[in-house]
């Protein structure tokens, strides 16, 4: 059964620190997902890490991918009050051909000023 | 063009009674997947349809969830005899193709259903 885990489940820093939030997951899979999503709204599409060792980066939020590891990072660059929200990873069920994805349990930020 | 459009956006309905929830994909979008998300669970799969087809039904709960799409575009999901346990966001999302590496699932704004 594939398995997908997030820690932490839930992270309060200050505006201005950095942190990271990991994704484990269980078996083999060829693309790996991180969704944003806020309170009462749905899920709001962030990276899509293809490769081993694939890197995506928007403003203060870096993704990354070790295959090998089976672990993605998310990590959070001067955090800004913006980013509150809980951030999903996600894998695909069936190895990309299908697309059912796997959720990890949601990693739930709170940026305090 | 528009994004993922479901409704109603909440329903509340009492234990026993039969609910269909709709979803409107992306124009264009062949893939079309049901997910639900509640306290408990957290995100669940439950359907994946290519086309008119559901290739994929393993998370369907019971025998009281089914689903159909028509003409490539909209869906239902009909949950017959509610049970409070069927309580949860249902989310709908859709995607150009499941067979390009840079898919992407665009999720709709999700029906609340509230089973009293």
């Known amino acids: 059964e594939l398995k997908v885990e997030q820690n932490p489940l839930f992270l309060s820093m200050q505006e201005g620190k950095n942190y990271t939030i990991y994704c484990n997951y269980s078996t083999t899979s060829d693309r790996l997902y991180w969704y944003r999503q806020d309170p009462g709204k749905s899920l709001e599409s962030l990276f899509v890490l293809l490769s081993n060792g694939a890197v995506k980066q928007e403003g203060r939020l870096m993704a990354s991918l070790d295959t090998k590891a089976r672990l993605s990072t998310l990590h959070i660059t001067a955090a800004v009050h913006d980013l509150s929200a809980t951030y999903f990873c996600?894998?695909?069920?069936?190895?990309?051909?299908?697309?059912?994805?796997?959720f990890g349990k949601g990693t739930k930020l709170s940026v305090k000023p | 063009g528009a994004g993922v459009s479901q409704s109603p956006s909440n329903k509340v309905t009492e234990k026993g009674k039969d609910v269909e929830l709709r979803c409107d994909p992306i124009s264009g979008h062949t893939a079309l997947y049901w997910y639900r998300q509640s306290l408990g669970q957290g995100l669940e799969f439950l359907i994946y349809f290519q086309g008119n087809s559901a290739p994929d039904k393993s998370g369907l709960p019971s025998d009281r969830f089914s689903a159909e799409r028509t003409g490539g575009s909209v869906s239902t999901l009909t949950i017959q005899r509610t049970q409070q346990e069927d309580s949860a966001v249902y989310l709908c999302?859709?995607?150009?193709?499941?067979?390009?590496?840079?898919?992407?699932?665009?999720f709709g704004p999700g029906t609340r259903l509230t089973v009293l």
């Open positions: 999302a859709s995607s150009l193709a499941p067979g390009l590496g840079t898919d992407t699932q665009y």
């Open positions: 996600a894998v695909d069920g069936y190895g990309g051909s299908q697309g059912n994805l796997i």
